[in-house]
């Protein structure tokens, strides 16, 4: 492979790299780890799940949203980009899921 070549084919992986780290799933997929880093960095989740344990299945509603009114405004924003993020990445799969696939023979 000459020098060209070799030149040419670093730039387009440089480009095509460049094109997966910001397509749109990977931009969901950036926000949603930033907001469980932020959640688990500015809550204790060791001690939401032990309050958790003590809270029966028909009481999750209410210790969720009482956890959720009664916590910091980062841990809110940050509660809330991941649930649009996730929300958002679980349409994705739904949609491609639901999408007829070609069949060649």
Do not use: C
């Amino acid at each position: 492979m000459s020098k060209i070549e070799q030149q040419v084919m670093a730039a387009v992986l440089v480009i095509h790299t460049a094109r997966a780290l910001v397509s749109a799933a990977a931009i969901k997929f950036y926000a949603l780890a930033a907001s469980l880093a932020a959640i688990f960095s500015l809550s204790s989740v060791p001690h939401i799940v032990a309050n958790l344990e003590h809270v029966g299945v028909g009481g999750l509603a209410t210790f969720v949203f009482v956890a959720f009114i009664k916590t910091g405004m980062l841990v809110r924003i940050a509660t809330v980009v991941g649930a649009v993020a996730l929300a958002w990445i679980a349409a994705d799969l739904v949609r491609r899921a639901a999408r007829p696939r070609a069949v060649f023979a």
